[in-house]
């Protein structure tokens, strides 16, 4: 086969590769605006239980009729070393909290991010702990109508109890403590004075009551997922809805199953909500079978539950205490801390909060590698740099290889044109002919694309981990990149920035009107490499080749800033390989192609 032509199948295959996402972007769920005069949780006044119900804690039904939230709800405020927030004592419902370290913008004055908030704010998210009994049995619960006493402080080792009495023999009691990071520790209560044993189950969700907006790419889950029996689920396991994309997977799959996307019963080491680069997830007791829930809540504001029910109830003895014990991970996906919790607490395939993709055995190794060398180099831009280099001295042999045959390839241009013109209307014999040369001239025309297809994987395992680790999250490089996770901030639709006119606003073009200074530089780095190597001799060929640069120039103007970076390195350090090849193989030299 023509070298020129597997090189065209593979360099088509990777522009559609790249391009899927940018080209096509998925279906986005629709935004429906949250209204924060209802509030459409579980009122479980009595222990009447109804599985399932839409909407419901765990196991208990859904009131149609429960007030709007007020404005005065009384609250016990906490601040520890990365958390700070508070926790509303109407319902006991964790939904305020705040991450000390992290903030929405590279502004030193951007607003902190906000990972929960209570109803009636513009994104409500929280966690709430409680408990149902069996069907049959009449117990006074706790509900969305309670108030919870506080005593204690919540804060570093500091522990804080909510309590609340049923006046019929029964308290309630909820303690939180937080470690130095993002690790809540939950222990529910139930202190027996009645005379006869009491058996419930306690509960826990995660509940979002708003249709978030996601980053839209294929390539990055957010939404719900967990692991369950050591099996990581999200959207795939559900067998429904776009992918990864796992909101309109669930709602899918909920709507065919009253509201339930998915349930099941399990040994649960976590499951939660997942963004880009911020998690919320319960972790109960992993000696515990709990029942799970993937949940979508259609009304009236759209919204998405993860809950655990546990499968066997507990029991408080007359003048006894039952207790139930779990844990709440509510903060940035930092891999070394995932994989510390995942180590210490022995909480199966934490670190798989971070989307590294189906390459997980090259992009973890590869963000440790690039953590450690900016750890060393205090630069993520330097450290993938120098990465870089790495990976060209591993493949070394390889391409040298292949740049050897790329090489020989060139020197037989002029006699595959000979062929070319004498058997042009005779393909049959042409390619025969062609065939005998390769041989002749031990010449593999496929050789020089075995570098290409090994650096696919390579390449879309560095776009993981510098697209979804946040550690590479406002990583600063060098001149006007000031975070290596976004796009290039300059556009030379405008001079970048001499004219005072952003292009992207224009309607219908806006999105194909942004081109940084960086996906130049890669486009330019390669045309100069595309030189290099033999042109082909196909004239048809020849053009859509002239072109790669500027499709890849125009798809690469979206892509974080890190990546486009790296791959204009890659280039220059070919085309200085391919250069000292050919000054070897004396290409390089005038009149070398006739000899």
């Known amino acids: 086969m023509d070298q020129k032509r597997l ?62 939230v007020p404005r005065d709800v009384p609250r016990v405020k906490f601040a520890a070393k990365r958390v700070e927030g508070s926790i509303s004592l109407l319902g006991a419902r964790l939904d305020d909290l705040v991450l000390r370290d992290y903030r929405e913008s590279i502004a030193p004055d951007s607003a902190l991010v906000r990972l929960l908030e209570p109803r009636g704010s513009a994104e409500p998210t929280f966690v709430q702990f409680g408990w149902t009994a069996a069907e049959g049995d009449t117990v006074v619960l706790p509900d969305e109508e309670t108030v919870w006493a506080a005593s204690g402080e919540l804060a570093a080792g500091k522990a804080l109890t909510l309590s609340w009495a049923n006046g019929a023999g029964l308290t309630f009691e909820i303690a939180f403590t937080v470690d130095d990071n993002y690790m809540f520790a939950v222990e529910q209560r139930v202190r027996n004075a009645t005379g006869k044993a009491v058996a419930l189950y306690p509960w826990s969700r995660i509940r979002r009551d708003y249709a978030p907006k996601t980053s839209g790419y294929y390539v990055l889950h957010e939404g719900l997922l967990g692991t369950f029996d050591g099996k990581l689920f999200d959207s795939n396991t559900l067998g429904v809805g776009n992918g990864d994309y796992t909101y309109p997977a669930v709602k899918s799959a909920a709507e065919k199953n009253k509201g339930v996307a998915l349930n099941k019963k399990a040994i649960v080491g976590w499951a939660g909500i997942t963004d880009k680069y911020w998690l919320t997830a319960l ?65 199966v395939n934490f670190d798989k909060a971070v989307d590294f993709g189906i390459y997980y055995f090259l992009t973890k190794p590869f963000f440790y590698a690039i953590d450690w060398l900016n750890g060393v180099l205090h630069n993520f831009g330097l450290a993938i740099l120098v990465f870089t280099i790495f990976i060209k001295g591993l493949f070394f042999p390889l391409a040298n290889k292949s740049y050897r045959s790329m090489s020989k390839m060139k020197l037989l241009a002029p006699k595959m044109t000979i062929l070319r013109e004498q058997y042009k209307d005779n393909q049959q014999e042409l390619q025969k002919k062609m065939m005998e040369l390769y041989r002749t001239e031990k010449v593999n025309p496929a050789s020089g694309c075995l570098p290409i297809v090994i650096q696919i994987p390579v390449f879309f395992s560095l776009y993981k981990v510098i697209f979804v680790t946040i550690e590479m999250r406002q990583a600063p490089f060098f001149g006007w990149i000031r975070d290596l996770s976004a796009v290039d901030p300059t556009n030379v639709f405008n001079l970048f920035g001499l004219i005072p006119f952003d292009p992207t606003t224009l309607p219908g073009l806006g999105s194909m009107l942004h081109l940084g200074a960086w996906p130049l530089i890669m486009g330019f780095t390669m045309f100069f490499q595309q030189k290099l190597n033999p042109p082909p001799p196909d004239p048809v060929q020849a053009k859509m080749f002239q072109f790669m640069p500027i499709i890849f120039t125009f798809m690469l103007s979206s892509f974080p800033a890190g990546l486009v970076i790296y791959w204009s390195w890659n280039n220059l350090l070919t085309i200085c390989q391919q250069w000292l090849i050919m000054r070897q193989t004396h290409l390089s030299k005038p009149g070398a192609a006739k000899a």
Do not use: W
């Open 7 to 68: 090189f065209l199948a593979i360099a088509i295959s990777i522009a559609i590769l790249l391009g899927f996402q940018y080209l096509m972007p998925p279906a986005k769920p629709p935004v429906v605006p949250v209204t924060a005069t209802a509030d459409k949780a579980a009122a479980p006044a009595s222990a009447t239980a109804t599985p399932g119900a839409v909407g419901a804690l765990p196991g208990q039904a859904a009131s149609a009729a429960s007030p709007a």
């Open 283 to 347: 972790v109960p007791d992993k000696a515990a079978k709990q029942d799970v829930s993937f949940r979508h809540i259609p009304a009236p504001a759209e919204g998405y539950q993860v809950d655990f029910l546990a499968s066997e109830a507990q029991t408080a003895a007359p003048g006894a205490v039952a207790t139930f014990k779990s844990n709440l991970f509510a903060g940035a996906k930092e891999v070394h801390l995932l994989d510390r919790y995942e180590r210490d607490n022995g909480i």
